[in-house]
C-alpha cells in the first residue's frame, strides 16, 4: 500500500493522536494503471516504493533517528484581484 498523496496531514494528524482516519483506497492490478493513479515522481521511482529491501513507511516520520525536526516561519498567502475596465468609441462606417 502506498500513500500517495497526504502524508504530510497523516503525520500531522497522527501526531495529534488521531489513529484512524478516513481515505480513498485505489487498487490496481498492472503498472499502466499505477502510472495513472500515482504521482509522476513515484511513477517515475517504482523500484524505491516497492522493490527496496525497506520501503517508506508513515512510521519513519516519528523515529528520532530517521527524521530531523525543522522550525520554519509560518507563511502567509496574499491575493490581489484586479479588475480593469477600458471604454472607447467604435466608428460605424460603411465600406463603398
Do not use: Q, W
Not at 17 to 26: L, M, N, Q, S
Not at 69 to 84: N, Q
Not at 89 to 94: G, P
Request: glycine content about 4%; aromatic content about 12%; overall charge positive.
Amino acid at each position: 500500500m502506498l500513500l500517495s498523496n497526504g502524508h504530510h496531514r497523516a503525520y500531522a494528524l497522527r501526531a495529534a493522536g488521531f489513529t484512524h482516519v478516513p481515505c480513498i483506497v485505489t487498487t490496481v492490478s498492472r503498472l499502466d494503471e499505477f502510472n495513472l493513479a500515482a504521482s509522476e515522481e513515484m511513477a517515475e521511482n517504482v523500484g524505491f516504493y516497492f522493490k527496496a529491501p525497506r520501503p517508506p513507511v508513515l512510521k519513519d516520520f516519528f523515529d528520532p533517528k530517521l527524521r530531523k525536526v525543522l522550525k520554519v516561519p509560518r507563511t502567509v498567502r496574499a491575493v490581489e484581484i484586479t479588475f480593469e475596465t477600458k471604454s472607447f468609441e467604435v466608428r460605424d462606417f460603411e465600406l463603398e
